[in-house]
Every structure is written in structure tokens, then in C-alpha cells.
């Protein structure tokens, strides 16, 4: 996923270069001396795919530079601590998900069952903390960590929240917020703190990344119901049998007729959804006007988290934020 504005060839290279380090470095912190953990690994590196976290450390820390472009070894250690974060994330979501498919291959619990997949979460994130130690600063490895505390405290509560047909939107933003929306918060944070920047311009930049990663997650619940398999590239409709309401599921139960809203309850207290229940839902949906809903307010936090970015000069890595901001919206995978 390398998004930069247009005709910015240099930020585009500089870009791929600062990504392809944060890739070695990633492989060469997690080699084992032990050949299945190596197998493992390789297979999880393929769930890298828009290597979002690490463009938003990479780019907060060229925008917040004093020349606009610089990168340091630190802010490639925490992109790739991030990263693993990251990762060891998908590994349990798609063992609390039962998933099956991960970046159009089987996941790691479908592939060796759900003890491997922990194990491999685990040793995803203790090589993160690992990687985080080498810095001479510990306040990098304080930040993440709450992240990751705030992340796990986020899919506590949409655990907690399953099967709530009365879930409202200020419950679910609060859980998009703290499961999603925080590491990106944290990845453009680090990116300025790394630098010395001042604390109003790491506060900025935190809002930036969070309202991002709010609309990400939006529109990640959005494909869940309306994409295909095919190009999102993993198991879809999975929220709808887990019982976890999103906000397209919201609105539509809230302002639905009573005999649409009937149809709703009956397919999410099923359990498990057929193709032409998807296809009924999606038809509720789109009578509801809920994806329109959803992506506006996806909309809206992206518009949000560009004006954020008004403290930074006008330099071409401000210029990839907006377009990775942009790019959010238009995703289909």
C-alpha cells in the first residue's frame, strides 16, 4: 500500500526504501534456530499487506522532520514493532473469529489449529517488546504498550458486548477506538516524538492516526458485509455470526420498520448466515440507507484527520498523509 500524492516519485522511493528495511528487519528479529517456528513465521509474513502501521510511523516521521524528510534507525525499529503488534493481532482475531482465510490463504489456526495460533500471537508480541528494548529510550516501549493494553481492552468490550442488539454507536466507536484506532493514533505519535517534536504537534499527529484508524475500521465492518471474498481477501461475515454489531447493523436496526428489523433479529440470533441471508441483509442495508451512513461517517473522520494535519508545513509527506487518509475510503480490501 504505498500511497503518495501524485507525481511524488522521491517521497514514493524514499517510501519504499524506509519499507523494505522495516521488512528485513522484521524477518531477522523473529529467525528462530528452530525450523517450524521459521515455517511459521514465513507463513504469517504473508498476512503483510498494506503495512499501514509502519507508513504512518515512516510518514509522521518525514512530515515532522526538520527537512521534511528525515528518518532515523529508531523510527524503522518502532515501525517494525508496531507491525508485529500488529500481526499478533490478526492471529487471535481470526482464533476468536473462527476465520478461515487471511490474505487469500488459510490462517494460522486453520492451517495448525488454535494452540499454534496462540503461541505464535504470544511470540509475535514478545519479540516486539524484545525489538522495543533495543532503543535508548523507553518511552517508545511505554507508548506501545499502552496501545497494546487499549487495543486488548477494545476486544474485551466487543467481547463483552456479543449478541447486544442494543449496542449504540457510542459503545461501538468506543470499542473501534481503543481495538483499532489507537495504534494508528500511536504509530504518527512516535513518528514525531522520535524527532523531538513539540508536544502540540505529537497530540496532532496522535488525532490524525486515530480518526484514520476509525474510519479504517468503518469501512473494514462495511466490507465485512457487502465484499467479496475474492478481493478482500479473508473470511467475510463474520461479525454477523460472532453476534458483534457494527455501525452499518446499528443504524439499520435502529430505523428499520419493525417487520426489516424482524429479519435482522432472526438472521443474527441464527448464529450462522446463509448466502441468501447475506444477501437479504445486504438488501435491508441498502433499503436503510446504513451503508451510505457508514461510509459518510467514515467520510467525515477522514476530513477530521486531514484538518489535523494543518500544524505540519506543507511538505510532500504531508501530502501522503492526506492521500493515505483518502486512500481509506476508497479501499476494497
Not at 166 to 189: F, H, M, N, P
Request: negative net charge; hydrophobic residues 40%.
Amino acid at each position: 500500500m504505498l500511497v503518495v500524492a501524485p507525481g511524488d516519485q522521491a517521497t514514493g522511493l524514499k517510501l519504499a526504501e524506509e519499507l523494505a528495511l522495516v521488512e528485513r528487519q522484521f524477518a531477522i528479529e523473529l529467525t528462530s534456530d528452530l525450523e517450524c517456528v521459521n515455517q511459521l513465521v514465513q507463513h504469517v509474513e504473508r498476512y503483510r499487506g498494506k503495512m499501514l502501521r509502519p507508513m504512518l510511523v515512516l510518514v509522521s516521521a518525514m512530515a515532522s522532520s526538520p527537512s521534511g524528510q528525515d528518518v532515523t534507525a529508531a523510527h524503522r525499529v518502532v515501525a517494525t514493532v508496531v507491525e508485529m503488534v500488529h500481526m499478533a493481532t490478526l492471529v487471535h482475531d481470526d482464533i476468536l473469529d473462527e476465520a478461515q482465510i487471511r490474505r487469500k490463504g488459510q490462517t494460522v489456526n486453520q492451517l495448525r489449529g488454535n494452540e499454534t495460533a496462540v503461541m505464535l500471537g504470544d511470540y509475535l508480541i514478545s519479540h516486539a517488546y524484545h525489538l522495543c528494548s533495543s532503543l535508548d529510550t523507553t518511552a517508545a516501549s511505554r507508548v506501545i504498550a499502552w496501545a497494546t493494553n487499549t487495543v486488548c481492552e477494545g476486544e474485551l468490550l466487543q467481547l463483552s458486548n456479543r449478541q447486544n442488539w442494543q449496542l449504540d454507536e457510542d459503545t461501538y466507536y468506543e470499542i473501534i477506538r481503543r481495538k483499532t484506532a489507537s495504534l494508528c493514533g500511536v504509530c504518527c505519535k512516535l513518528g514525531s516524538m522520535l524527532h523531538g517534536a513539540d508536544d502540540a504537534v505529537s497530540e496532532s499527529l496522535y488525532l490524525y492516526g486515530e480518526k484514520l484508524g476509525k474510519a479504517f475500521q468503518i469501512i473494514d465492518d462495511v466490507l465485512d458485509l457487502t465484499g467479496d471474498i475474492q478481493t478482500v481477501g479473508k473470511t467475510l461475515g463474520r461479525d454477523v455470526e460472532k453476534g458483534k454489531l457494527t455501525l452499518p447493523m446499528i443504524h439499520a436496526l435502529r430505523t428499520a420498520t419493525a417487520a426489516r428489523r424482524q429479519d435482522l433479529l432472526a438472521i443474527l440470533n441464527a448464529g450462522q448466515v446463509s448466502s441468501e441471508q447475506s444477501e437479504r441483509i445486504r438488501q435491508i442495508l441498502q433499503e436503510t440507507g446504513s451503508l451510505q451512513f457508514a461510509n459518510a461517517a467514515a467520510q467525515k473522520l477522514v476530513e477530521e484527520a486531514k484538518a489535523e494535519l494543518n500544524i505540519l508545513p506543507d511538505t510532500p509527506a504531508r501530502a501522503c498523509l492526506i492521500t493515505m487518509a483518502d486512500a481509506v475510503i476508497t479501499r476494497q480490501s
